[in-house]
């Protein structure tokens, strides 16, 4: 940690990020406001506070929705990793917003009652046993503890104090408050409160950050298996069925020479790139009657031995194969010229 | 859910936010030093109020001696 804290380390990221933030923000809530006095039938408007609450609820969905977004987005493509730099202001500003949505519900609909607006915010619908008539306002007030807490530890010093591992796992609570605001929203339109393209809105958001991680999920999965995989020494050649039948594709291992990976039906080989007579490229060649031809000159390989067909005596290095979840893997390290290997079965062209 | 219930919610939550800003009043006048080694300006001190007052059992713990984070650099 530095030698002491500061507000905020601002640059000019971080101003050109806030400043963007803030008028969207001005436009979300313009057009929001625009669109919903336009919409309603005349003689019917809501009133001003009532549309208020409801640009701010919409805008603090959205926010937490586009928040959501960008960790898998960053995951997807580094051109949003940017996006992900200055995230926390997004997160405080959406809780905020988020503020002014609870606070102005909370005066409007329970500021003139009797007893505690926040006890009459509980109490006024008591439905608790009941799915589709539960209390959406209660969903919205755990949403929006949890979100305070995030803002309210959103600054370095709590990521020291508390511990990365710890600060993060409070951090996760993200998702909790987005499912409960989903619901919250959901219910809401059930039971009259917003509309139905409010609830559909919040339908698409919540599937659009449930397919952003399910993608991400397994764009990592797939990295983690291949780093897995390459740690171990064996290197990726791609999908088995992609290698033309009778034909090869060249592996440029990060040291060492190319490798030729042939496929021959269901079975696969793979031999050192480079022909014994001139150096001419294997892997542009073809197997025909069972043996490699390089293309330069015609010289033959057995593919299973590297070994040129009697009488001659040429020999290539073989290397081992095997297929995990249709791609072929080629183990980095070269087998003596002429080992004969037993070739891998493709299953799905063996079946 | 009843009145209460509720009520006793709201006093709960009331208690558990008042001692809370006590402690964390108290944290920031006299106890950051033993949270951190950093130095901490007045503006910082008064974001992370409501943090401290939000986990102040935490903040005790920790001021106690109990919980340090075991990855912290």
Not at chain 1, 106 to 118: C, D, K, P, Q
Not at chain 1, 168 to 176: D, F, I, Q, R, S
Not at chain 1, 235 to 262: C, H, K, M, N, Y
């Amino acid at each position: 940690m530095a030698a002491g804290y500061s507000l905020v380390g601002w640059n000019g990221f971080k101003r050109a990020y806030d400043g963007v933030m803030l008028a969207g923000l001005a436009v979300f809530f313009a057009a929001h406001l625009g669109a919903g006095w336009m919409s309603a039938p005349a003689g019917q408007q809501p009133s001003e506070i009532q549309m208020l609450i409801r640009a701010s609820g919409a805008a603090a969905f959205s926010l937490l929705t586009i928040i959501l977004c960008l960790g898998p987005l960053a995951r997807l493509t580094p051109r949003a990793l940017p996006l992900v730099y200055n995230r926390r202001h997004l997160g405080v500003a959406c809780f905020l917003v988020a503020l002014l949505h609870g606070g102005l519900v909370v005066l409007w609909y329970h500021g003139f009652s009797e007893m505690n607006a926040f006890v009459s915010l509980l109490v006024s619908n008591p439905r608790y046993d009941s799915f589709g008539g539960f209390p959406f306002e209660s969903l919205g007030v755990a949403a929006l503890l949890i979100l305070f807490l995030m803002a309210a530890t959103s600054h370095d010093f709590w990521n020291t104090v508390l511990g990365p591992r710890f600060w993060k796992g409070l951090h996760m609570g993200v998702y909790a408050a987005y499912g409960l605001l989903v619901a919250h929203v959901m219910l809401g339109a059930a039971q009259g409160e917003a509309g139905f393209a409010a609830a559909a809105l919040a339908g698409v958001s919540a599937l659009l950050v449930s397919g952003l991680h399910i993608a991400a999920g397994q764009r990592e999965a797939a990295r983690d298996r291949a780093a897995a995989a390459e740690a171990e020494g064996w290197l990726d050649a791609g999908p088995a069925q992609e290698i033309p039948d009778g034909r090869a594709v060249i592996l440029t291992p990060p040291e060492g020479e190319r490798i030729a990976v042939f496929r021959e039906g269901a079975k696969i080989y793979a031999v050192a790139n480079a022909c014994r007579h001139q150096g001419g490229p294997l892997g542009e060649g073809r197997i025909l009657d069972g043996c490699i031809v390089c293309p330069w000159h015609g010289y033959q390989y057995r593919p299973e031995d590297g070994c040129s067909p009697p009488p001659f005596t040429e020999k290539v290095a073989t290397f081992r194969t095997r297929i995990r979840e249709g791609r072929v893997l080629v183990h980095r390290l070269a087998q003596p010229p002429g080992t004969e290997l037993a070739p891998t079965l493709i299953p799905e062209v063996v079946s | 859910m009843s009145a209460s219930v509720a009520e006793a919610i709201w006093l709960g939550l009331a208690l558990y936010v008042g001692i809370g800003l006590v402690a964390g009043l108290g944290t920031v006048m006299f106890g950051l030093g033993r949270l951190t080694a950093a130095d901490v300006p007045v503006r910082v001190r008064l974001l992370i109020l409501p943090g401290l007052a939000a986990l102040w059992p935490f903040v005790l713990a920790r001021l106690a001696g109990l919980g340090a984070p075991e990855d912290r650099a």
